[in-house]
């Protein structure tokens, strides 16, 4: 048995916060009491102080790229799903766009195969919603949803046609499915590094503007409006984006949306000096972009906190700003990010643990995220207080494409326990 002693348990469905025992046998959560009702004694195999430490579901990532089959030279499920349990993540849900992409029954089973070998935490494949992405012919989604996939998403391409968008939303609503809409008007886009505005003026570089992913965004609020079938927009980037969604929720409209820390946390002027680890698609933004996305976090229009962790090796990095690939890595720089908010009253922390746990659990129709008696322990041990340059070092992942490396952060995973086995402790080497 496992005693975790005297930590704050943050307990997203019952929304409270309580300091807290937890015992763990045989992989379940044995046992949940106030502190100091259980006395040490050998009958348990591992004591954990989490005196001053949080206790959380475990957290669950509804957007990250392992880039395994086809890119292991990025990232891999073993690697992707080491950092992942590193940033307290106990499930994970890839996209598809690898190489094959998963399109198919046979590369979901290849995904979740090596998952079951190789991972350490659960992986959940998202797979396409066309084949090969190309955005032509619908995949089959009744197969994939038998073969393990838990969602569809053409993530890094918009599904242009909105006849063939309607009808996957009605065909994924009809197998059980979540559609993730990745939102990009190309036409708007092409050509652009950054986000169009004052910065990338003065610096020189060609522009994406905010209008080429809420065209996008637009279009698919109307479509769920039409099928009433639910949609979830990734990766939310701009004010604009936040006002239809808030619009679309305030009218019944079935539409999530999510966003990633960097969205929160940075802003255009990140590019300045030509950082390439701050080169993201959709792009940073403007300061009132970051604040309208806050606002929408709080205000419960966001739904879900989500890395879209990239991995790029120095190859598609150490090169010209034009060249370089879109995307940073996030795994393990979501929790201290999001704490921040949390610090500066922007959400409270009950808000951003759901959105990294219950909120993603429940749109992806996983079971997960619920810390209660009977139930397998995952959970995430976090101490928020514990302060820290971010190193090459302390990343996992097999790249290290972050413009946080060599910043001071404050929050850190001590502890995470992936069904009852502990799979990441910060002291020890997994």
Do not use: W
């Amino acid at each position: 048995m496992i005693l975790i002693k005297d930590g704050t348990v943050v307990d997203p469905v019952k929304e409270r916060l309580e300091k807290l025992d937890i015992i763990i046998d045989k992989n379940r959560i044995k046992e949940i009491t106030p502190s100091d009702k259980i006395s040490e004694s050998d009958q348990f195999e591992l004591i954990i102080d989490a005196q001053k430490m949080i206790i959380t579901p475990g957290l669950v990532d509804m957007h990250v790229h392992l880039r395994e089959p086809g890119h292991e030279y990025k990232e891999d499920i073993r690697s992707g799903t080491l950092a992942a349990v590193a940033g307290g993540f106990t499930d994970v849900a890839c996209m598809p766009n690898t190489d094959p992409v998963n399109d198919n029954a046979s590369v979901t089973r290849f995904i979740l195969e090596k998952a079951e070998e190789y991972g350490f935490c659960r992986v959940h494949p998202i797979a396409a919603i066309t084949v090969g992405q190309k955005g032509e012919r619908l995949t089959e989604f009744g197969e994939l949803k038998k073969n393990g996939a838990v969602a569809v998403s053409d993530d890094g391409r918009s599904v242009l046609n909105s006849d063939l968008m309607r009808r996957a939303l009605e065909y994924a609503n009809y197998c059980g499915l979540a559609v993730i809409s990745h939102c990009e008007d190309p036409f708007l886009s092409e050509g652009g590094v950054m986000h169009e505005g004052r910065i990338s003026t003065q610096i020189g570089l060609s522009g994406i503007p905010s209008a080429a992913e809420e065209i996008m965004v637009a279009r698919d609020i109307l479509l769920a409006k039409l099928t009433n079938c639910p949609v979830h927009i990734a990766h939310v980037s701009t004010e604009g984006s936040v006002k239809l969604i808030k619009m679309a929720k305030e009218q019944g409209i079935p539409v999530t949306a999510e966003t990633a820390p960097h969205y929160f946390s940075l802003d255009h002027t990140a590019v300045i000096g030509y950082d390439t680890n701050a080169k993201v698609n959709p792009p940073l933004r403007t300061e009132k972009d970051v604040e309208a996305i806050k606002n929408a976090l709080k205000e419960d229009i966001i739904d879900v906190i989500a890395t879209d962790h990239a991995p790029h090796s120095p190859l598609e990095k150490e090169v010209e700003f034009d060249r370089a690939e879109f995307g940073m890595i996030g795994l393990q720089t979501a929790v201290p990010l999001t704490l921040n908010l949390v610090r500066e009253g922007s959400i409270d922390l009950i808000q951003a643990i759901k959105k990294l746990s219950v909120n993603p659990a429940s749109i992806l129709k996983i079971s997960c995220g619920k810390i209660e008696i009977g139930e397998k322990a995952n959970l995430t041990i976090i101490d928020p207080e514990f302060e820290y340059v971010l190193t090459e070092e302390m990343i996992f992942s097999k790249s290290k494409n972050t413009p946080f490396l060599g910043k001071k952060l404050k929050g850190i995973v001590k502890y995470t326990f992936v069904d009852g086995e502990l799979k990441f402790a910060l002291k020890l080497k997994p």
